[in-house]
């Protein structure tokens, strides 16, 4: 710990008493979360329950250059909620009020610590549901700083679109609130989009205000499986080409059908796999299921396997958001590696077939899921915490498919972030623009106390003249 | 002009010749356009033919601190093209050519000087159509740079949604790309986002990536008269909360129904109307239409007025279109001043019916239409430029009409821009934000040549410490 470190935090104990705590299992909790990156504990943590406690507390970073680092529920996956230089995590759970929900406006205020599934919770009979599902019950602060998506992204959009503004306590505990309620605004620089995806770099986000969506009169899911993961992705291309607003497409390969078979005690056949989603009015949906149906047998699928009642539909998409423990159950003690490029979907088949390849031949077993409408997909690699040689294969898996996916005009991350994990790619996608993305980092944490070591090294890039 | 600004000139001449233009008329064109607000010339007009002119043109502005206005059509409303300080236009709508399409993957890159209907002609046998359509025929660089909108907002999004990347010539003449062709990532901060609505000030945008939309199977559009204001709004909001796609609904009111039935020649009942179109599959409009019918009937509409062949539809959109024109024509030489506040959409009754009240109070003419789903509407105000008395109560009803939106959460611009003309408001909205956008200015434009005198006077804030 510095010396500026040990004085900010008597002065932080001194303004928040038992609020801060520095036990070990405490210190540890705040920075371990899901992630498989090596991480470093913060020196204390501030269990905020109001603005103004992360307002003092960041003023007293600011006047002692002592790190910031917000914190969720710690479901973020590559390792942004590490302490990388120590100083204080500001835990934000505890501020978990819904301030306001609008049924007329379709919008809602929460605090940065309500998550996904209680505010969804919340507003059961609104007619409204949030429709951004990413696999965690992450908070809805970090899901805006990490620029989260999920499975319905296509249909609903992902954490970009949906936010309408959050409030910030910027690096010297000034707090901004980045935009209006209006549904589209012109008005100066989008402060909004900056700060989502921002990873806690520019400043904590407190507040967030988000779009809401009607809560569709009947919703049909069905698994079809298909004969390749090609001619699963080319009945997709299809069906959005027709206009179909499919809800979900999500993509399993065979391993990981398999996987959930066991899992979830589901009987699918074993090959690729799309679960499907449609939401409308009855006729609307009985209309998208005809015409996917067609699509689909065009590219040699199987039968449809419907689920219609509440009970089937929801066994069907707790598979899906248990692949994750489905995945690490092929390997008992495994940890997961979760690779996450996003593509133009046009050459999605090729990336994936080529990623399979790579992880037959890297010797390493990886199930895959995939938001196949966005282009997005998921390697969930498994990783023996002990084995030096296959944590190097599993980063040489992810250097080769990163590098392609740049090739192809794809990221590096569709909705994980950089965090730590991926730092070592992001010069190569954003190329002359790192020195941008340095110059805005300067410009709002001249100190570089706001989660310092993410995203970037902002030292590495001179100033614009 | 001053000495730099002579200098720089000399330079250009030597590297662009004649694509370098000092006459008045050039000159004069390049500040003019469209807009009310008074403007001022450039100093010298580059006509650009490719990026590298731009940089070259950049570099040798940034050298001599001389202003760089970018201009595309000129169709800015807010004096966006005023050369406040003097300086270099440049014209980029030489830089006309379309780059790539990727049907499969729905999505296009073009040079900044296309039109968004040249693109449109050239998609015309590919099943995809490009969305955003604001009156004019802007360039899609000039599109970007104002965060522009238009009919089609709520189904297919604004500028800020449809933009996937912009490649932008910075105030050092670096060139960055700012995003991939990925329809979603989380790689670091959105610098798309933050160069759209940017307005020139912060690097001259010169390639836009944009998604593109499936053309749907069918389109019915309608109008359909209401006893008031108020309930045609009621009756847009039910429509959405009962999840009806609605793309596009256009409310006018009396005023300017009156105005197109005489300068478009139609026969609409002299009422509240709104314009709505469907788009979808044949039975999926039908549905729609039932539904939304219904609705309307509910909130004491009129008959719906069906307008299902192609050249119906097209008549009634033009009249939508040219309403500008047949606003102006209630009282011709006059030129006209469009307000542009959106605000949450059960507000936006209210802030509609005051600002009539202010009309008439005001002694003004101004016909009214709006962009009902997304709560953003424009008065337009006809205006006498040599009437100083009528100019300043025109001034008073935009400051009561955009304090009411503030009022309600609301924003001063939906999508016309700050320019010059907005910026004594920007204050009231942003707050404390307005040293955020400060900020950010200085970081990528330290010298303050991109568009300087726009959005903000970032000479006001002091800098972050």
Chains 1, 2 share one sequence.
Not at 397 to 426: D, F, P, Q, S
């Amino acid at each position: 710990m510095t010396r500026r470190t040990r004085e900010a935090i008597a002065r932080l104990r001194a303004r928040f008493a038992e609020k801060l705590c520095t036990t070990d299992a405490v210190r540890e909790h705040h920075s371990t979360g899901v992630t498989a990156h090596r991480t470093f504990a913060p020196d204390a943590v501030l269990f905020a329950g109001a603005t103004e406690d992360v307002v003092d507390a960041v003023r007293i970073c600011h006047e002692y250059r002592c790190p910031v680092i917000p914190f969720g529920t710690g479901t973020s996956t590559e390792g942004q909620i590490s302490a990388e230089q120590g100083g204080l995590t500001i835990d934000l759970s505890g501020m978990n009020r819904i301030l306001r929900v609008s049924v007329d406006d379709q919008d809602c205020t929460v605090q940065a610590g309500v998550t996904r599934k209680a505010l969804n919770a919340s507003l059961r009979d609104t007619g409204l549901f949030f429709p951004v599902d990413p696999g965690a019950d992450a908070s809805l602060g970090g899901m805006a700083a990490t620029r989260a998506s999920g499975t319905n992204a296509v249909r609903y959009g992902t954490m970009r679109e949906v936010v309408m503004s959050v409030s910030v306590v910027l690096a010297d505990g000034q707090v901004i609130e980045t935009g209006t309620r209006a549904r589209k605004s012109s008005a100066g620089y989008d402060l909004t989009r900056l700060f989502v995806g921002s990873e806690g770099t520019l400043g904590v986000i407190t507040e967030v205000s988000l779009r809401l969506a009607p809560v569709p009169q009947r919703i049909a899911a069905a698994a079809c499986a298909f004969p390749t993961v090609r001619a699963a992705v080319a009945a997709v291309v299809a069906a959005l080409q027709s206009g179909i607003p499919l809800a979900r497409a999500e993509l399993l390969d065979a391993l990981q059908v398999d996987a959930c078979n066991r899992y979830s005690r589901l009987d699918l056949a074993v090959s690729p796999t799309l679960f499907l989603e449609f939401h409308g009015t009855d006729r609307s949906v009985d209309e998208q299921i005809a015409l996917t149906s067609e699509i689909a047998s065009e590219f040699e699928s199987g039968e449809f396997r419907w689920a219609t009642a509440t009970e089937e539909r929801t066994r069907l998409w707790q598979a899906r958001h248990d692949i994750w423990w489905a995945a690490l159950s092929l390997r008992p003690g495994s940890r997961g590696m979760p690779t996450d490029v996003c593509v133009p979907i046009s050459s999605l088949p090729d990336v994936i077939v080529q990623a399979q390849q790579d992880v037959a031949e890297l010797g390493l077993v990886a199930p895959l899921c995939g938001h196949i409408g966005d282009g997005n997909f998921h390697l969930c690699v498994l990783l023996d915490p002990a084995d030096r040689d296959e944590q190097a294969r599993i980063e040489q898996l992810n250097a080769r498919l990163i590098a392609r996916a740049h090739t192809v005009g794809g990221t590096c991350t569709g909705e994980h972030g950089i965090g730590v994990g991926k730092m070592r790619y992001l010069p190569d996608e954003r190329g002359a623009g790192m020195a941008t993305l340095a110059a805005l980092k300067r410009a709002l944490d001249p100190r570089n106390i706001m989660n310092p070591g993410k995203i970037l090294q902002v030292d590495a890039y001179p100033a614009y003249g």
